[in-house]
């Protein structure tokens, strides 16, 4: 079955961001960057959602969801968890600071 580009971008944006957010993980050397690179991430995704918050949001998510999937599997140093925690945080921080 072929895929319409049309119809779906969204997938395939999500498999190209997948790819590049464990190129991103494998070639970050140290704690301090992939925690960086983490939260950064959370950041740019709140700047995202909330310029987006009046459209639809799925895509916006699908392929946002994409990136951290990609980068938790290449993350080699660190704690995954830890990781995720961050990209959260930085998505809350950056939301927050968006609506003041």
């Keep these: 079955m072929a895929m319409n580009v049309s119809k779906d971008w969204v997938e395939i944006l999500m498999i190209v961001v997948i790819a590049l957010g464990f190129a991103v993980a494998i070639t970050s050397k140290s ?4 925690s ?4 950064l ?7 995202v959602l909330y310029e987006t ?4 949001k799925i895509p916006v998510i699908l392929i946002s969801a994409g990136f951290v ?3 938790l599997v290449g993350t080699i140093y660190g ?13 809350l921080l950056g ?5 003041k």
Aim: proline share 2%; aromatic share 10%; hydrophobic share 60%.
């Design 31 to 34: 704690v301090a960057v992939v």
């Design 95 to 99: 939301y927050a600071t968006h609506e």
């Design 53 to 56: 918050r009046k459209g639809p």
């Design 69 to 71: 999937i990609g980068y």
């Design 41 to 47: 991430a959370g950041i740019f995704l709140a700047r």
């Design 36 to 39: 960086a690179i983490a939260l």
């Design 79 to 91: 704690n995954r968890l830890a990781v995720l925690l961050l990209f959260v945080i930085g998505m």
